[in-house]
Protein backbone atom coordinates (compact mmCIF):
# COMPACT_ATOMS: atom_id res chain seq x y z
CA UNK A 1 0.00 0.00 0.00
CA UNK A 2 1.55 3.38 -0.54
CA UNK A 3 2.34 6.22 1.57
CA UNK A 4 -1.33 8.37 0.43
CA UNK A 5 -3.67 5.45 0.13
CA UNK A 6 -1.81 4.60 3.86
CA UNK A 7 -2.64 7.83 4.95
CA UNK A 8 -6.16 8.26 3.93
CA UNK A 9 -7.23 4.88 5.35
CA UNK A 10 -5.71 6.19 8.25
CA UNK A 11 -7.61 9.43 7.98
CA UNK A 12 -11.09 7.57 7.45
CA UNK A 13 -10.29 4.92 10.67
CA UNK A 14 -8.90 7.75 12.85
CA UNK A 15 -12.36 9.97 11.92
CA UNK A 16 -14.51 6.75 12.38
CA UNK A 17 -11.96 6.31 15.88
CA UNK A 18 -12.88 10.09 17.20
CA UNK A 19 -16.59 10.47 15.68
CA UNK A 20 -17.46 7.33 17.25
CA UNK A 21 -15.97 7.25 20.25
CA UNK A 22 -17.18 11.18 20.58
CA UNK A 23 -20.79 10.46 19.21
CA UNK A 24 -21.00 7.90 22.51
CA UNK A 25 -19.24 9.76 25.04
CA UNK A 26 -21.25 12.89 24.59
CA UNK A 27 -24.59 10.83 24.44
CA UNK A 28 -23.61 9.06 27.50
CA UNK A 29 -22.32 12.32 29.06
CA UNK A 30 -25.24 14.47 28.74
CA UNK A 31 -27.22 11.74 29.82
CA UNK A 32 -25.15 11.18 33.15
CA UNK A 33 -25.53 15.41 33.50
CA UNK A 34 -28.93 15.01 33.58
CA UNK A 35 -28.74 11.98 36.09
CA UNK A 36 -25.86 13.57 38.31
CA UNK A 37 -25.90 17.09 38.40
CA UNK A 38 -23.07 19.82 38.44
CA UNK A 39 -21.67 18.82 41.66
CA UNK A 40 -20.72 15.28 41.04
CA UNK A 41 -19.44 16.26 37.61
CA UNK A 42 -17.24 19.02 39.78
CA UNK A 43 -15.49 16.47 41.57
CA UNK A 44 -14.73 14.03 39.28
CA UNK A 45 -13.14 17.17 37.63
CA UNK A 46 -11.26 17.89 40.36
CA UNK A 47 -10.10 14.42 40.70
CA UNK A 48 -9.59 14.04 36.91
CA UNK A 49 -7.11 17.37 37.66
CA UNK A 50 -4.79 15.14 39.71
CA UNK A 51 -5.16 12.14 37.82
CA UNK A 52 -3.81 13.68 34.73
CA UNK A 53 -0.86 14.83 36.72
CA UNK A 54 0.00 11.64 37.50
CA UNK A 55 -0.47 10.36 34.02
CA UNK A 56 2.22 12.82 33.26
CA UNK A 57 4.78 11.42 35.16
CA UNK A 58 3.60 7.80 33.84
CA UNK A 59 3.72 8.26 30.11
CA UNK A 60 6.51 11.15 30.56
CA UNK A 61 6.57 11.21 26.39
CA UNK A 62 7.58 7.66 25.93
CA UNK A 63 4.70 7.12 23.48
CA UNK A 64 5.44 10.33 21.74
CA UNK A 65 9.70 8.77 21.67
CA UNK A 66 8.38 5.71 20.57
CA UNK A 67 6.34 6.56 17.49
CA UNK A 68 9.22 9.38 16.24
CA UNK A 69 12.03 7.06 16.79
CA UNK A 70 12.95 6.20 12.84
CA UNK A 71 14.91 3.09 14.47
CA UNK A 72 12.89 1.15 16.98
CA UNK A 73 14.51 -2.18 18.14
CA UNK A 74 13.00 -4.68 20.65
CA UNK A 75 14.99 -3.33 23.60
CA UNK A 76 13.34 -0.05 23.09
CA UNK A 77 9.85 -1.23 23.82
CA UNK A 78 10.73 -3.45 26.61
CA UNK A 79 12.33 -1.04 28.16
CA UNK A 80 9.59 1.94 27.72
CA UNK A 81 7.10 -1.09 29.36
CA UNK A 82 8.90 -1.31 32.59
CA UNK A 83 9.07 2.31 33.34
CA UNK A 84 6.28 2.71 32.90
CA UNK A 85 4.90 -0.20 35.36
CA UNK A 86 7.58 0.92 37.92
CA UNK A 87 5.99 4.74 37.53
CA UNK A 88 2.58 3.78 37.35
CA UNK A 89 2.39 1.78 40.48
CA UNK A 90 4.55 4.87 42.37
CA UNK A 91 1.97 7.27 41.44
CA UNK A 92 -0.58 5.20 42.72
CA UNK A 93 0.78 4.67 46.00
CA UNK A 94 1.71 8.22 46.15
CA UNK A 95 -1.95 9.27 45.38
CA UNK A 96 -3.88 7.10 47.98
CA UNK A 97 -1.39 8.40 50.79
CA UNK A 98 -1.91 12.13 49.71
CA UNK A 99 -5.59 12.08 49.13
CA UNK A 100 -6.68 13.05 52.45
CA UNK A 101 -4.85 15.95 52.11
CA UNK A 102 -6.39 16.88 48.77
CA UNK A 103 -9.59 16.30 50.03
CA UNK A 104 -9.01 19.01 52.85
CA UNK A 105 -7.68 21.49 50.44
CA UNK A 106 -11.14 21.80 48.45
CA UNK A 107 -13.05 21.18 51.83
CA UNK A 108 -14.85 18.18 50.07
CA UNK A 109 -14.32 15.05 52.32
CA UNK A 110 -15.79 12.84 49.91
CA UNK A 111 -13.20 13.84 47.17
CA UNK A 112 -10.67 11.31 49.79
CA UNK A 113 -12.08 8.00 47.99
CA UNK A 114 -13.08 9.31 45.07
CA UNK A 115 -9.73 9.79 44.04
CA UNK A 116 -8.13 6.49 45.97
CA UNK A 117 -10.49 4.96 43.53
CA UNK A 118 -9.36 6.80 40.12
CA UNK A 119 -5.76 6.24 40.67
CA UNK A 120 -6.44 2.49 40.01
CA UNK A 121 -5.99 4.16 36.03
CA UNK A 122 -2.26 4.47 37.31
CA UNK A 123 -2.06 -0.03 37.84
CA UNK A 124 -3.77 -0.32 34.22
CA UNK A 125 -3.04 2.03 31.72
CA UNK A 126 0.75 1.86 31.49
CA UNK A 127 0.70 -1.93 30.54
CA UNK A 128 -0.96 -1.09 27.26
CA UNK A 129 0.92 2.56 26.17
CA UNK A 130 3.68 0.36 24.14
CA UNK A 131 0.86 -1.82 22.15
CA UNK A 132 -0.88 2.09 21.36
CA UNK A 133 2.63 3.29 20.09
CA UNK A 134 3.21 0.24 18.03
CA UNK A 135 0.16 0.42 16.59
CA UNK A 136 0.40 4.23 15.70
CA UNK A 137 3.43 3.63 14.03
CA UNK A 138 2.27 1.01 11.69
CA UNK A 139 -0.97 3.58 11.49
CA UNK A 140 -3.40 0.81 12.31
CA UNK A 141 -6.01 3.33 13.34
CA UNK A 142 -8.30 0.72 12.32
CA UNK A 143 -7.94 -1.30 14.82
CA UNK A 144 -7.39 1.38 17.72
CA UNK A 145 -10.55 2.84 16.28
CA UNK A 146 -12.51 -1.02 17.18
CA UNK A 147 -10.71 -1.04 20.56
CA UNK A 148 -11.88 1.70 21.61
CA UNK A 149 -15.35 1.68 20.96
CA UNK A 150 -15.52 -1.51 22.09
CA UNK A 151 -14.06 0.19 25.66
CA UNK A 152 -16.18 2.99 25.49
CA UNK A 153 -19.61 0.82 25.16
CA UNK A 154 -18.50 -1.52 27.81
CA UNK A 155 -17.90 1.55 30.04
CA UNK A 156 -21.09 3.72 29.06
CA UNK A 157 -23.17 0.69 29.54
CA UNK A 158 -21.78 0.33 33.13
CA UNK A 159 -21.68 3.81 34.24
CA UNK A 160 -25.34 4.52 32.92
CA UNK A 161 -26.40 1.06 34.67
CA UNK A 162 -24.98 2.88 37.96
CA UNK A 163 -26.98 6.46 37.49
CA UNK A 164 -29.68 5.20 37.20
CA UNK A 165 -29.09 2.94 39.85
CA UNK A 166 -28.63 5.63 42.44
CA UNK A 167 -24.79 5.43 42.81
CA UNK A 168 -24.09 8.87 42.10
CA UNK A 169 -20.38 9.87 41.59
CA UNK A 170 -19.29 6.45 40.82
CA UNK A 171 -21.02 6.19 37.79
CA UNK A 172 -18.74 8.74 36.58
CA UNK A 173 -15.49 7.33 38.00
CA UNK A 174 -16.19 3.92 36.91
CA UNK A 175 -16.90 4.95 33.54
CA UNK A 176 -12.82 5.91 33.35
CA UNK A 177 -11.90 2.73 35.00
CA UNK A 178 -13.75 0.46 32.44
CA UNK A 179 -12.82 2.50 29.91
CA UNK A 180 -9.12 1.64 30.72
CA UNK A 181 -9.18 -1.23 31.56
CA UNK A 182 -11.39 -3.46 29.05
CA UNK A 183 -9.27 -1.27 26.23
CA UNK A 184 -5.73 -1.91 27.95
CA UNK A 185 -6.70 -5.82 27.76
CA UNK A 186 -8.34 -5.43 24.16
CA UNK A 187 -4.62 -3.97 23.31
CA UNK A 188 -2.43 -7.27 24.21
CA UNK A 189 -4.52 -9.45 22.88
CA UNK A 190 -4.82 -8.23 19.60
CA UNK A 191 -1.16 -6.79 19.49
CA UNK A 192 -0.03 -10.14 20.84
CA UNK A 193 3.15 -8.54 21.91
CA UNK A 194 4.49 -9.81 25.48
CA UNK A 195 7.47 -7.64 27.04
CA UNK A 196 10.66 -9.49 27.89
CA UNK A 197 11.98 -9.31 31.94
CA UNK A 198 14.64 -7.16 30.45
CA UNK A 199 15.95 -2.91 30.74
CA UNK A 200 18.48 -1.75 29.04
CA UNK A 201 19.77 1.86 30.02
CA UNK A 202 21.66 2.16 26.66
CA UNK A 203 18.01 2.35 25.11
CA UNK A 204 16.43 3.78 27.90
CA UNK A 205 19.51 6.71 27.03
CA UNK A 206 17.82 6.71 23.03
CA UNK A 207 14.82 7.33 23.83
CA UNK A 208 15.45 9.59 27.02
CA UNK A 209 16.37 13.13 25.18
CA UNK A 210 13.56 13.21 23.14
CA UNK A 211 10.85 12.06 25.80
CA UNK A 212 11.99 14.31 28.75
CA UNK A 213 11.34 17.18 26.47
CA UNK A 214 7.98 15.81 25.79
CA UNK A 215 7.40 14.98 29.30
CA UNK A 216 8.41 18.98 30.33
CA UNK A 217 6.19 19.98 27.05
CA UNK A 218 2.95 17.82 29.16
CA UNK A 219 3.75 19.05 32.53
CA UNK A 220 3.66 22.48 30.95
CA UNK A 221 0.19 21.52 29.20
CA UNK A 222 -0.96 19.84 32.61
CA UNK A 223 -0.86 23.37 34.04
CA UNK A 224 -2.26 25.32 31.36
CA UNK A 225 -5.15 23.33 31.24
CA UNK A 226 -5.79 22.12 34.71
CA UNK A 227 -4.87 24.74 36.32
CA UNK A 228 -8.55 26.30 35.51
CA UNK A 229 -10.48 23.42 37.55
CA UNK A 230 -7.94 23.91 40.10
CA UNK A 231 -8.49 27.32 40.73
CA UNK A 232 -12.40 27.34 40.00
CA UNK A 233 -12.29 24.31 42.68
CA UNK A 234 -10.66 26.63 45.16
CA UNK A 235 -12.45 29.81 44.74
CA UNK A 236 -16.26 28.81 43.90
CA UNK A 237 -16.33 25.24 45.11
CA UNK A 238 -17.20 21.93 43.07
CA UNK A 239 -20.50 22.91 41.44
CA UNK A 240 -18.64 26.15 39.91
CA UNK A 241 -16.01 23.28 38.76
CA UNK A 242 -19.08 20.94 37.29
CA UNK A 243 -20.13 24.08 35.25
CA UNK A 244 -17.00 24.93 33.93
CA UNK A 245 -16.02 21.15 32.82
CA UNK A 246 -19.33 20.75 31.37
CA UNK A 247 -18.76 23.25 28.57
CA UNK A 248 -15.26 22.58 28.46
CA UNK A 249 -16.34 18.75 27.46
CA UNK A 250 -19.06 19.98 24.69
CA UNK A 251 -17.10 21.69 23.19
CA UNK A 252 -13.81 19.56 23.21
CA UNK A 253 -16.18 16.80 22.15
CA UNK A 254 -15.93 19.40 19.39
CA UNK A 255 -12.93 20.01 19.07
CA UNK A 256 -11.76 16.28 19.22
CA UNK A 257 -14.25 14.92 16.68
CA UNK A 258 -12.60 17.86 13.74
CA UNK A 259 -9.23 17.71 14.43
CA UNK A 260 -8.21 14.66 16.69
CA UNK A 261 -8.91 12.62 14.17
CA UNK A 262 -6.59 14.55 11.57
CA UNK A 263 -3.95 14.78 13.87
CA UNK A 264 -3.32 11.16 15.01
CA UNK A 265 -2.32 10.78 11.13
CA UNK A 266 -0.84 13.98 10.79
CA UNK A 267 1.79 12.71 13.60
CA UNK A 268 3.34 10.33 11.51
CA UNK A 269 2.72 11.88 8.30
CA UNK A 270 4.69 15.06 9.45
CA UNK A 271 7.48 12.60 10.19
CA UNK A 272 7.92 11.16 6.94
CA UNK A 273 8.29 14.01 5.79
CA UNK A 274 10.28 16.31 7.84
CA UNK A 275 13.24 16.90 5.43
CA UNK A 276 10.51 18.59 3.11
CA UNK A 277 9.22 21.62 3.92
CA UNK A 278 7.25 21.94 1.00
CA UNK A 279 5.29 18.97 1.93
CA UNK A 280 5.01 19.78 5.10
CA UNK A 281 3.53 23.22 4.44
CA UNK A 282 1.10 21.84 2.16
CA UNK A 283 -0.12 19.10 4.86
CA UNK A 284 -0.30 21.72 7.38
CA UNK A 285 -2.39 23.94 5.75
CA UNK A 286 -4.44 20.66 4.53
CA UNK A 287 -5.22 19.23 7.97
CA UNK A 288 -6.46 23.16 9.47
CA UNK A 289 -8.90 23.54 6.03
CA UNK A 290 -10.49 19.98 6.98
CA UNK A 291 -10.60 20.60 10.66
CA UNK A 292 -12.20 23.96 10.36
CA UNK A 293 -14.71 22.85 7.44
CA UNK A 294 -16.16 20.52 9.91
CA UNK A 295 -15.80 23.06 12.94
CA UNK A 296 -17.43 25.81 12.05
CA UNK A 297 -20.89 24.40 11.53
CA UNK A 298 -20.93 23.27 14.85
CA UNK A 299 -19.94 26.34 16.83
CA UNK A 300 -23.20 27.79 15.02
CA UNK A 301 -25.22 25.00 16.51
CA UNK A 302 -23.56 25.91 19.95
CA UNK A 303 -23.85 29.72 19.89
CA UNK A 304 -27.59 29.85 18.51
CA UNK A 305 -29.18 26.58 20.43
CA UNK A 306 -26.94 26.41 23.48
CA UNK A 307 -29.69 28.29 25.77
CA UNK A 308 -32.55 26.32 24.78
CA UNK A 309 -30.63 22.81 24.61
CA UNK A 310 -29.40 23.17 27.77
CA UNK A 311 -32.42 24.19 29.59
CA UNK A 312 -34.39 21.33 27.79
CA UNK A 313 -31.86 18.46 27.94
CA UNK A 314 -30.90 19.08 31.27
CA UNK A 315 -31.79 21.22 34.49
CA UNK A 316 -31.74 24.41 36.58
CA UNK A 317 -28.58 23.45 37.61
CA UNK A 318 -26.65 23.71 34.82
CA UNK A 319 -28.39 27.05 33.39
CA UNK A 320 -25.46 29.59 33.81
CA UNK A 321 -23.36 27.32 31.69
CA UNK A 322 -25.43 28.79 28.11
CA UNK A 323 -22.85 31.79 28.09
CA UNK A 324 -19.81 30.55 29.55
CA UNK A 325 -20.32 27.66 27.08
CA UNK A 326 -20.17 30.36 23.27
CA UNK A 327 -17.29 31.87 25.13
CA UNK A 328 -15.32 29.05 25.37
CA UNK A 329 -16.27 28.00 22.12
CA UNK A 330 -14.94 31.31 20.39
CA UNK A 331 -11.85 31.30 22.49
CA UNK A 332 -11.25 27.35 21.32
CA UNK A 333 -12.37 28.34 17.55
CA UNK A 334 -9.67 30.65 17.50
CA UNK A 335 -7.36 28.30 19.13
CA UNK A 336 -8.18 25.54 16.27
CA UNK A 337 -6.11 28.12 13.48
CA UNK A 338 -2.88 26.72 15.46
CA UNK A 339 -3.91 23.70 16.95
CA UNK A 340 -1.44 21.56 14.38
CA UNK A 341 1.40 23.78 15.21
CA UNK A 342 2.24 21.49 18.30
CA UNK A 343 1.96 17.93 16.15
CA UNK A 344 4.03 19.85 12.97
CA UNK A 345 6.91 20.49 16.21
CA UNK A 346 7.00 16.79 17.34
CA UNK A 347 6.92 15.63 14.13
CA UNK A 348 10.21 17.19 12.84
CA UNK A 349 12.01 16.62 16.19
CA UNK A 350 11.72 20.39 18.02
CA UNK A 351 10.09 19.13 20.91
CA UNK A 352 12.05 22.38 22.19
CA UNK A 353 9.61 24.47 20.57
CA UNK A 354 6.47 23.07 21.91
CA UNK A 355 8.29 23.61 25.20
CA UNK A 356 8.46 27.09 24.43
CA UNK A 357 5.39 27.67 23.37
CA UNK A 358 3.45 25.70 25.96
CA UNK A 359 5.99 27.54 28.81
CA UNK A 360 4.55 30.91 26.94
CA UNK A 361 0.90 29.80 26.99
CA UNK A 362 1.17 28.20 31.41
CA UNK A 363 2.30 32.11 32.04
CA UNK A 364 -0.45 33.98 30.05
CA UNK A 365 -2.68 31.62 31.30
CA UNK A 366 -2.34 31.72 35.12
CA UNK A 367 -2.00 35.66 34.94
CA UNK A 368 -4.94 35.82 33.27
CA UNK A 369 -6.66 33.24 35.67
CA UNK A 370 -5.17 35.38 38.41
CA UNK A 371 -6.24 38.40 37.23
CA UNK A 372 -10.39 37.05 37.21
CA UNK A 373 -10.13 34.18 40.37
CA UNK A 374 -12.32 35.99 42.21
CA UNK A 375 -14.93 37.48 39.69
CA UNK A 376 -18.11 35.58 38.56
CA UNK A 377 -17.37 32.43 36.62
CA UNK A 378 -18.22 34.11 33.33
CA UNK A 379 -15.04 35.74 33.34
CA UNK A 380 -13.32 32.49 32.56
CA UNK A 381 -14.97 32.67 29.22
CA UNK A 382 -13.38 35.97 28.06
CA UNK A 383 -10.08 35.02 29.01
CA UNK A 384 -10.36 31.59 26.76
CA UNK A 385 -10.38 34.06 24.20
CA UNK A 386 -7.58 36.68 24.49
CA UNK A 387 -5.52 34.42 25.83
CA UNK A 388 -5.93 32.44 21.98
CA UNK A 389 -5.59 36.19 20.75
CA UNK A 390 -2.44 36.52 22.38
CA UNK A 391 -1.02 32.82 21.43
CA UNK A 392 -1.76 32.76 17.83
CA UNK A 393 0.95 35.08 16.54
CA UNK A 394 3.58 33.23 18.88
CA UNK A 395 2.70 29.67 17.62
CA UNK A 396 3.65 30.71 14.00
CA UNK A 397 6.76 32.87 14.66
CA UNK A 398 8.33 29.35 16.33
CA UNK A 399 6.83 27.62 13.37
CA UNK A 400 8.83 29.14 11.03
CA UNK A 401 11.65 27.19 12.63
CA UNK A 402 10.40 24.12 10.82
CA UNK A 403 8.45 24.99 8.14
CA UNK A 404 7.59 28.35 5.81
CA UNK A 405 3.66 28.72 7.56
CA UNK A 406 2.45 31.77 8.25
CA UNK A 407 -1.37 32.92 9.65
CA UNK A 408 -1.69 35.08 6.42
CA UNK A 409 -1.38 31.86 4.77
CA UNK A 410 -3.97 29.77 6.78
CA UNK A 411 -6.21 32.20 6.42
CA UNK A 412 -6.20 31.85 2.83
CA UNK A 413 -6.44 28.29 2.91
CA UNK A 414 -9.52 28.91 5.55
CA UNK A 415 -11.28 31.06 2.90
CA UNK A 416 -13.84 28.44 1.69
CA UNK A 417 -14.09 27.26 5.12
CA UNK A 418 -14.88 30.42 6.62
CA UNK A 419 -17.46 31.41 4.01
CA UNK A 420 -19.38 27.79 4.56
CA UNK A 421 -19.05 29.16 8.54
CA UNK A 422 -20.91 32.11 7.79
CA UNK A 423 -22.99 31.17 5.54
CA UNK A 424 -24.27 28.80 8.53
CA UNK A 425 -24.03 31.45 10.81
CA UNK A 426 -26.34 33.65 9.01
CA UNK A 427 -29.26 31.15 8.45
CA UNK A 428 -29.08 29.31 12.02
CA UNK A 429 -29.50 33.26 13.53
CA UNK A 430 -32.07 33.97 10.89
CA UNK A 431 -34.09 30.73 12.03
CA UNK A 432 -33.56 31.14 15.64
CA UNK A 433 -34.33 34.39 15.75
CA UNK A 434 -37.67 33.91 13.04
CA UNK A 435 -39.12 30.65 14.11
CA UNK A 436 -40.76 30.78 17.57
CA UNK A 437 -40.23 27.95 20.06
CA UNK A 438 -42.74 25.31 19.99
CA UNK A 439 -44.23 23.15 21.90
CA UNK A 440 -43.33 20.05 22.47
CA UNK A 441 -39.57 21.83 22.11
CA UNK A 442 -38.14 18.76 20.28
CA UNK A 443 -40.16 19.66 17.17
CA UNK A 444 -38.11 23.12 17.01
CA UNK A 445 -35.01 21.50 17.86
CA UNK A 446 -35.97 19.11 14.60
CA UNK A 447 -36.75 21.78 12.37
CA UNK A 448 -33.51 24.05 13.57
CA UNK A 449 -31.24 20.36 12.95
CA UNK A 450 -33.38 20.13 9.35
CA UNK A 451 -32.57 23.59 8.37
CA UNK A 452 -28.75 23.15 9.55
CA UNK A 453 -28.32 20.23 7.89
CA UNK A 454 -29.17 21.48 4.39
CA UNK A 455 -27.19 24.78 4.64
CA UNK A 456 -24.12 22.94 5.57
CA UNK A 457 -24.71 20.36 2.88
CA UNK A 458 -25.28 23.02 0.27
CA UNK A 459 -22.46 25.19 1.29
CA UNK A 460 -20.77 22.28 0.85
CA UNK A 461 -21.78 21.24 -2.50
CA UNK A 462 -21.16 25.20 -4.10
CA UNK A 463 -17.96 25.83 -1.88
CA UNK A 464 -16.25 22.65 -1.03
CA UNK A 465 -17.91 20.00 -3.48
CA UNK A 466 -14.40 17.75 -2.78
CA UNK A 467 -15.68 16.69 0.88
CA UNK A 468 -18.78 15.58 -0.59
CA UNK A 469 -17.25 13.23 -3.77
CA UNK A 470 -16.25 10.43 -1.91
CA UNK A 471 -19.89 10.47 -0.16
CA UNK A 472 -21.17 10.61 -3.43
CA UNK A 473 -18.76 8.02 -5.05
CA UNK A 474 -19.84 5.87 -1.69
CA UNK A 475 -23.63 5.88 -2.78
CA UNK A 476 -23.43 5.82 -6.56
CA UNK A 477 -21.32 2.64 -5.96
CA UNK A 478 -24.44 1.40 -3.83
CA UNK A 479 -26.61 1.86 -5.73
CA UNK A 480 -24.79 -0.07 -8.94
CA UNK A 481 -24.70 -2.87 -6.37
CA UNK A 482 -28.30 -2.79 -5.32
CA UNK A 483 -29.54 -2.40 -9.18
CA UNK A 484 -27.23 -5.18 -10.77
CA UNK A 485 -28.52 -7.42 -7.96
CA UNK A 486 -32.40 -6.91 -9.02
CA UNK A 487 -30.99 -7.19 -12.32
CA UNK A 488 -29.81 -10.48 -11.81
Not at 187 to 198: A, D, G, V, Y
Not at 366 to 376: D, E, M, T, W
Request: with cysteine.
Amino acid sequence: MNKQKTVKTGIVWSFIEGFGIKIISTLVFFILAKLLGATHFGLVAIATAFIDFGNVLVEQGMVAALVQKEKLERAHLDTAFWINIGLGASVFAILCLSAPFIADIYKEPSLTPVLQTSGLVFLIGPSGLVQVAQLTREMNFKLIARIRIVGLLAAAVVSLTMAFMGYGVWALVFQKLVFMGLSTVLFWFWTKWIPRLSFSIDHFRELFPFSYKMMINNFLTYFSRNSIELLIGFFHGTEAVGIYSFCYKVFQSTIETANTSVNKVMLPLFSSVQDDKAQLTKYFYKAIESSFTLLLPVLALIVFLSPEAILYFFNATWAESADLLKLVSIGGTIYMIYYYTNTLWISTGRPDLVVRFTLINVVINLALLAAVSKLPLIYVGYISIVRSLLLLPVAYVLSLKTAPISIQGSLQHLSRPFWMGGVTFLILAISSAVIPVLSPEWIWFAIQGVIWSITVFVALYFLLPSVLTPVFNSVSRVYLRVSGSRKV
